[in-house]
């Protein structure tokens, strides 16, 4: 069973399937954990599937939205 953060939303881990709350439609694979704080990860590097011919960025994992399914 995935951790939860304080928030009830999973802590996201390598692999994961993401998308930007903002942004919905082009969903991401996290790459990278950048960031930990009490509550798990903070900060992750996503590789985004169509936007900029699959760019990585750094998103806060407050603006991301877990997609993949254990």
């Known amino acids: 069973m ?3 953060d304080a928030w009830g939303k ?3 881990r390598v692999g994961d399937v993401v998308q930007s709350l903002p942004l919905k ?3 991401g694979t996290v790459m990278k954990i950048l960031q930990v704080n009490a509550n798990g990860a903070y900060v992750v590097a ?3 599937f169509i936007w900029d011919h699959g760019a ?4 806060y994992v407050n603006q ?3 997609v993949s399914k254990e």
Do not use: F, H
């Open 10 to 12: 999973p802590i996201l």
């Open 46 to 48: 996503v590789k985004w």
């Open 56 to 59: 990585t960025t750094e998103e």
């Open 2 to 4: 995935r951790k939860k």
């Open 25 to 27: 439609g082009d969903p």
């Open 64 to 66: 991301l939205e877990l």
